[in-house]
């Protein structure tokens, strides 16, 4: 009777009232909570995507380029609690190419990871690009010519004589895309650093038929990485020429001077020889004027008064000598 009596006093006693409050309670804990913890979006930018199942693409006969989708955002929308606390490495973004369209599209999706896995059904997550597009591409091969590209300005006293590639051909190894459009593997070669003889080993780079660099995949290789390159180079030096005269004028008639078409000569040949070359003194036997009356002229080859294998470079090796002869007064 007792305990009638304080259920009755204490909880029968006004119950509509006593669950107005409770349901008054609970929804003031509700908007309590709701205030102090809102609904929250945010998005969590620059998340790679992660490539799965990816051999069923990679057969040794294709590869592939990501046109789009490599990169992505995150939009996340939650508790605020639960959003501020999510770091990108809380997410596996990735493509399955088990999925992959006869459009070459891979859908995006996204899951929570690790610790965070427990919000899974507290937030809701979308990804910014859907999709992943990759351009599929058949291997392919292709033999092509090297060439030389020279870089800078030519050395004044050098001069290249050969060049030799080894090899002078080289196959490229890549997708069709790239096949198509390499007509050639380029060395650049920088003039300073071309020297007597010289042997250097150069990256090609691929060309275009315009000359233009081809864009390269990582799927790009060659048979020959390196090209090897044997220069053979001869030395140039200016040289002045000198001539005098022989015998003697007629009697009453004088030697006034002495006139050369050029004076100085360009002449190519080894280091050693061209540059111990000072002057290039012609014979006076070349030039008689014995009894001469006027102008005695006479066109000379210089090459046979040249060191042996020393030559002329870029001029013509005939010059004339005049010797001007007067009536003395």
């Known amino acids: 009777m007792k305990l009638r009596r304080i259920l009755r006093k204490y909880i029968i006693n006004n119950i509509g009232y006593k669950i107005l409050a409770v349901v008054f309670s609970f929804l003031l804990w509700v908007v309590i909570l709701n205030i102090t913890d809102p609904e929250y979006t945010r998005t969590i930018s620059n998340i790679p995507v992660q490539i799965v199942?990816?051999?069923?693409?990679?057969?040794?006969?294709?590869?592939?380029?990501?046109?789009?989708?490599?990169?992505?955002?995150?939009?996340?929308?939650?508790?605020?609690?639960?959003?501020?606390?999510?770091?990108?490495?809380?997410?596996?973004?990735?493509?399955?190419?088990?999925?992959?369209?006869?459009?070459?599209?891979?859908?995006?999706?996204?899951?929570?990871?690790?610790?965070?896995?427990?919000?899974?059904?507290?937030?809701?997550?979308?990804?910014?690009?859907?999709?992943?597009?990759?351009?599929l591409e058949e291997m392919s091969s292709k033999q092509i010519p090297v060439e030389i590209e020279y870089r800078g300005e030519p050395v004044s006293y050098l001069v290249i004589e050969e060049a030799n590639l080894t090899p002078k051909k080289v196959?490229?190894?890549?997708?069709?895309?790239?096949?198509?459009?390499?007509?050639?593997?380029?060395?650049?070669?920088?003039?300073?650093?071309?020297?007597?003889?010289?042997?250097?080993?150069?990256?090609?780079?691929?060309r275009d038929a315009d000359g233009n660099p081809v864009k390269d995949s990582p799927n790009t290789s060659l048979d020959e990485p390196e090209i090897l390159i044997d220069f053979k180079i001869s030395y140039t030096n200016q040289v002045p020429i000198e001539i005098g005269t022989s015998g003697d004028p007629a009697q009453g008639y004088e030697l006034t001077g002495l006139e050369l078409s050029q004076d100085v000569i360009t002449v190519k040949g080894s280091w050693v020889d061209v540059s111990s070359m000072g002057v290039l003194e012609l014979p006076d036997t070349l030039l008689d004027i014995t009894g001469a009356q006027e102008d005695i002229s006479r066109e000379i080859d210089v090459t046979e008064f040249l060191p042996e294998n020393v030559v002329v470079y870029g001029e013509s090796p005939m010059i004339t000598a005049t010797a001007k002869i007067q009536q003395i007064q």
């Open 53 to 135: 199942n990816e051999n069923l693409v990679l057969d040794g006969n294709h590869v592939y380029t990501i046109s789009s989708g490599e990169m992505t955002n995150i939009i996340v929308t939650g508790k605020r609690s639960i959003i501020s606390t999510l770091t990108p490495n809380d997410f596996r973004v990735y493509a399955d190419f088990e999925e992959l369209s006869i459009t070459n599209a891979v859908p995006i999706k996204v899951e929570l990871r690790g610790t965070k896995s427990r919000y899974s059904n507290q937030i809701s997550m979308t990804t910014r690009d859907t999709t992943m597009i990759i351009n």
């Open 171 to 206: 196959t490229v190894y890549a997708p069709q895309s790239v096949i198509d459009a390499a007509e050639k593997a380029v060395v650049t070669v920088d003039y300073v650093t071309v020297g007597e003889d010289a042997q250097l080993s150069v990256q090609p780079t691929l």
